[in-house]
T-cell receptor
Framework: NAGVTQTPKFQVLKTGQSMTLQCAQDMNHEYMSWYRQDPGMGLRLIHYSVGAGITDQGEVPNGYNVSRSTTEDFPLRLLSAAPSQTSVYFC???????????FGAGSRLTVL | GENVEQHPSTLSVQEGDSAVIKCTYSDSASNYFPWYKQELGKRPQLIIDIRSNVGEKKDQRIAVTLNKTAKHFSLHITETQPEDSAVYFCAASKDNFNKFYFGSGTKLNVKP
C-alpha cells in the first residue's frame, strides 16, 4: 500500500518547456487535488477532482491542465512553463465527503 | 472565495512553554477547520481539526478553539518540545470538502 505517489521529486525546466507531474494513489479515494506551496503563501489549490472524468478549477488554475481518466491517477500538466511556476507541488487525496487530506511527498519544480 | 489569514509567521518559544497560533477566515459558510504540521522537507500532516458546531477540541498537548462569531480559530500547544518545531498551517473548508483554503503558515521554533 504505497498511499499517494508523486513523480518526479525534482525537476528543472526551461521557460516554455512542457511537462507533467504524476500523482497516483492506491487507496481508492474519490477526491484528488493539486496544491502548490510557495514561501509565505501557504498551500493554494490549483485543480481538483471528485471522481473519474470530473475536474474543476481551484484558486490558481492558470497555466495548468488536469485530467482524471481513472480513480488512481491525476496528472498535472504545465503546457508552457514560466518562472512563476517555480514551486513545490503537492498532490492530495480524500475519501468522498471526508475531510482529511492525505498528501504525497511533493514535487519540487524549478523553471529557469 | 474564502480568505484565511494566519499569525504570526514565525514563533520562537522555550521548551516547556506554550505556543498559540491564530487564524481568521472570511466566509461564514466555512464549517471545518483543520491544522496541518509540516516538518522540514516533509509533507503536511493533519494534527487536529474542529467543526463549526464545536467550540474547543483537545488532543493531549494540542487544542484548537473556534469563535464562529468572530470568525477566528486558534491552535494551542502546551509543554512544547523540540520535536514540535515545524511549520503549522491552518485551513478552512465547507461541507463538500472539495476545496481547502490554507493560511500562510507559522514557523514554530522550540528552543531546548
Amino acid at each position: 500500500n504505497a498511499g499517494v505517489t508523486q513523480t518526479p521529486k525534482f525537476q528543472v525546466l526551461k521557460t516554455g518547456q512542457s511537462m507533467t507531474l504524476q500523482c497516483a494513489q492506491d487507496m481508492n479515494h474519490e477526491y484528488m487535488s493539486w496544491y502548490r506551496q510557495d514561501p509565505g503563501m501557504g498551500l493554494r489549490l490549483i485543480h481538483y477532482s471528485v471522481g473519474a472524468g470530473i475536474t474543476d478549477q481551484g484558486e490558481v488554475p492558470n497555466g495548468y491542465n488536469v485530467s482524471r481518466s481513472t480513480t488512481e491517477d491525476f496528472p498535472l500538466r504545465l503546457l508552457s512553463a514560466a518562472p512563476s511556476q517555480t514551486s513545490v507541488y503537492f498532490c492530495a487525496t480524500q475519501v468522498s465527503g471526508a475531510n482529511v487530506l492525505t498528501f504525497g511527498a511533493g514535487s519540487r519544480l524549478t523553471v529557469l | 472565495g474564502e480568505n484565511v489569514e494566519q499569525h504570526p509567521s514565525t514563533l520562537s518559544v522555550q521548551e516547556g512553554d506554550s505556543a498559540v497560533i491564530k487564524c481568521t477566515y472570511s466566509d461564514s459558510a466555512s464549517n471545518y477547520f483543520p491544522w496541518y504540521k509540516q516538518e522540514l522537507g516533509k509533507r503536511p500532516q493533519l494534527i487536529i481539526d474542529i467543526r463549526s458546531n464545536v467550540g474547543e477540541k483537545k488532543d493531549q498537548r494540542i487544542a484548537v478553539t473556534l469563535n464562529k462569531t468572530a470568525k477566528h480559530f486558534s491552535l494551542h500547544i502546551t509543554e512544547t518540545q523540540p520535536e514540535d518545531s515545524a511549520v503549522y498551517f491552518c485551513a478552512a473548508s465547507k461541507d463538500n470538502f472539495n476545496k481547502f483554503y490554507f493560511g500562510s503558515g507559522t514557523k514554530l521554533n522550540v528552543k531546548p
